[in-house]
């Protein structure tokens, strides 16, 4: 499981450790010179668990989650929790 996010580290972490939630590998903002539209951290969290982007999903709640997805070569995942908040609707490849 790799997580990629466009925060900071130290707040990353700090999130995944109060949820407890399970990670292999962490791509913080400030990991990548390129940020998401840009496939470059996705790329980057693939390189580091060793995976292929066709074995993968990236699940993300961002139009702009989608568009680093596509070119990443990843199947993209729309969670729609952001929805209700921004107003702006997700677009998911299958």
């Known amino acids: 499981v790799g ?4 925060s900071p580290r ?3 972490e700090q999130l ?8 292999d590998v962490l791509v913080a903002y400030d990991d990548t010179t390129e940020h998401k539209p840009d496939p470059e951290p996705i790329r ?3 390189n580091l668990l060793e995976v292929e982007p066709d074995e993968a999903l990236h699940v993300g709640d961002d139009v702009l989650d989608a568009e680093a997805s596509h ?8 969670a729609a929790w952001a929805l209700a908040n ?9």
């Open 71 to 78: 070119h990443a070569g990843v199947t993209s995942v729309g």
């Open 3 to 6: 997580v990629v996010t466009t």
């Open 44 to 46: 980057h969290a693939l």
């Open 16 to 23: 995944l450790r109060t949820f407890k939630v399970r990670h």
């Open 86 to 94: 921004t107003g702006r609707a997700a677009i998911c490849q299958a």
């Open 10 to 12: 130290w707040y990353a």
